[in-house]
């Protein structure tokens, strides 16, 4: 089975410092993380960076598309997915790469972002997990790069939900912490896939939750969960 630490950083330390920064990276680090979570997207010239929405206003200030704007007119707090990833070989971090395509690059979005890290991922650092939200976005990773691990995104577990996770081969299930119960995390923990939760801030539900069967929590918070797990 996948094995992921108990938690995951949330697009860095994003109770703390800018999402999905290396600013962020760093402080998740110093406050105990060992993996973070980010999302790669590709800019109109098919630079692939490190952002979640579909439009930098509300990170940046800027009121335009991502997938509208080429790399060099981003700011500069915008790293690209290489300069995250030499960041993560400076602290040591490992990562869960979300792939978080613009609307009609699911597939482009998913070869850019494995090709990557065939060139450039640390041998020192874990291999990295793939997930997202696309099944498209984790078929095509599959095909171009089977070697590396993924895991479905659901917002909801559904009842078609491990029939998707077997379509694009995953090994691991990411899912919406508040909305999952304990019958479902039993079944996805019987059918053998590592369960992750976000996006989990509150200590005491996150004991809860790993006492459910739980294997990691990502949170904007890394070290108060950590705190709150270290107590169980």
Not at 18 to 41: H, M, Q, Y
Not at 47 to 72: F, N, Q, Y
Not at 141 to 167: G, S, T
Request: hydrophobic share 45%; proline share 6%.
């Amino acid at each position: 089975m996948l094995q992921l630490p108990k938690v995951i950083g949330h697009r860095g330390a994003a109770a703390y410092a800018p999402e999905n920064t290396l600013a962020s990276f760093r402080e998740a680090w110093r406050r105990g993380a060992t993996w973070v979570e980010i999302d790669v997207k590709l800019t109109a010239d098919g630079v692939p960076i490190v952002m979640h929405d579909e439009s930098l206003k509300r990170t940046m200030g800027v009121d335009r598309l991502v997938a509208e704007t080429p790399r060099a007119d981003l700011p500069a707090e915008v790293p690209t997915f290489e300069q995250a990833i030499v960041c993560f070989a400076e602290l040591g971090l490992g990562c869960n790469v979300e792939i978080k395509p613009c609307q009609g690059r699911e597939q482009e979005t998913a070869r850019v972002t494995v090709g990557t890290l065939r060139r450039s991922w640390p041998g020192q650092l874990p291999p990295p997990l793939l997930s997202s939200f696309k099944d498209a976005s984790l078929a095509a990773a599959r095909e171009a790069a089977p070697e590396f691990v993924r895991a479905i995104l659901l917002d909801e577990i559904k009842d078609d939900w491990r029939q998707r996770a077997e379509a694009v081969g995953a090994a691991g299930v990411n899912t919406n912490g508040k909305r999952l119960t304990a019958v479902q995390a039993v079944a996805i923990r019987k059918a053998g896939y590592a369960l992750s939760v976000y996006t989990i801030n509150d200590g005491d539900v996150a004991r809860a939750l790993v006492g459910m069967g739980v294997d990691c929590v990502i949170t904007d918070a890394p070290d108060v969960i950590l705190q709150a797990l270290s107590s169980r």
